[in-house]
């Protein structure tokens, strides 16, 4: 199937806690169609993938930002 896809890498990270794998992509079909975002989380050998479109996409970060600001201190550092 990744023959019909074209996969860009647009992060890595490294989750400190668990050491988890985590990698952004953005997908789009070489048929067309709208672009997605695959989400890559990986725990050993183990992957859980998520594809989501924009709105998804934005709606999940808002609320990981919102999240993240709550848990900052007054001087932006975690609490």
Same mark, same amino acid.
């Given at each position: 199937?990744?023959? @019909? *896809?074209?996969?860009?890498? *647009?992060?890595?990270l490294?989750?400190?806690i668990?050491g988890?794998?985590?990698e *952004?992509?953005?997908i789009e079909?070489?048929?067309g169609?709208?672009? *997605?975002?695959?989400?890559?989380v990986?725990e ?5 993938v998520?594809d989501?479109d924009a709105g998804?996409a934005?709606? &999940?970060?808002?609320?990981?930002s919102? &999240? ?9 550092a975690? @609490?």
């Amino acid at each position: 199937m990744e023959d @019909k *896809l074209t996969v860009t890498s *647009l992060a890595r990270l490294r989750a400190p806690i668990g050491g988890q794998e985590i990698e *952004l992509q953005q997908i789009e079909y070489r048929a067309g169609g709208m672009p *997605l975002l695959r989400i890559r989380v990986r725990e050993g050998r183990r992957f859980t993938v998520f594809d989501i479109d924009a709105g998804t996409a934005g709606e &999940w970060a808002e609320h990981m930002s919102r &999240w993240a600001r709550d848990q900052a201190g007054p001087t932006g550092a975690p @609490k």
